[in-house]
Every structure is written in C-alpha cells, then in structure tokens.
C-alpha cells in the first residue's frame, strides 16, 4: 500500500508474483517467478530494445 503512490510516479514499475494486489495491479512488469535475479536481463533486454529502435528511427 505505501509503494502505490511511489508505483504511480514512476516511469516503469515492477512487481513479483505473489505481491500486494495493488502492487500487482499498478505495475508495468510482474516478474513471475517471484525472484529478483533475471531483474539484470531484464534491463539488458530494454537497452538492447533501446538501441535497436533508436537505429530503426534513424
């Protein structure tokens, strides 16, 4: 309850499998495996999207 105000202003927000509801509901990504370790592909994975848009926009 007190992470939903914090949820809504962020950019992206994450949550893990097996949160709050509302944590649930107000996140953009749910890791579902209720673990934090894939977090670091996770951001590998946006970068590389990143760059790959960025090079099809130019």
Not at 27 to 47: N, R, V, Y
Request: glycine share 4%; proline share 0%.
């Amino acid at each position: 309850m007190n992470d939903s105000i914090a949820m809504k202003k962020a950019q992206v927000s994450i949550s893990l499998k097996g949160a709050s509801t509302i944590a649930t509901d107000l996140a953009q990504i749910i890791l579902t495996d209720g673990e934090l370790d894939k977090i670091c592909q996770l951001f590998e994975l946006s970068t590389n999207l990143e760059a790959k848009l960025r090079k099809s926009w130019a």
